[in-house]
């Protein structure tokens, strides 16, 4: 049965969710003015509002990720209770717990990710941030120039993707993670290399 959100503006039925790489099910996910909410039949649910989103897109880089997909980094740390992914309250969020952990949503019919992408910009809009809200109206003209549906992946320069403050800096801190990682693997594999040499 699908959600009875009110003001809706699109569902995509027979939708996979992903908490980091982690399979959580596949349910139906809905957009509203309200929030962007999944729910599968066995009660998991992920539910969203929009301040709390700070980075959403569509990515088709398939060697990031297998499946083309919407991405979603949240302002806050995400931990699953009872079957429900909720974020973490500011005032108990730690330091050391300042890990970014994406959810992916991957529809089967892949023409929605366009439409569910553009839904979410036009909900968005409907709660500007409040630490903005006192800048002046050329930060405002600058904002309305950011381009819709854009599309990122790991090969992206940072500096040529037009997105607000809190938006570029999520953009990079996930670089990093990834150029760490990278880096990382590339090592790990010097040093295996090395060993069976020997």
Known sequence: MLSTCVNMKIQAIDTKAYIGEQEFGSGILSISEQNLFWKNSNGKNICLNYPSIALHAISKDLNAFPHECLYIITDRPIEITDGNVELKDEENDSEDSDEITPLRFVPE????????????????????????????????EEDQDIEENQFFDSSSDINEIKLSDQGLETLRRLNINYQSEKNADLIENEKQYEDAEN
Do not use: R, T, W
């Open 109 to 140: 019919d892949k023409s929605l990710l366009n439409p569910i992408f553009k839904a979410i910009n036009e909900c968005q809009a409907l709660y500007p941030d409040q630490e903005m809200s006192g800048e002046s109206d050329e930060s405002e």
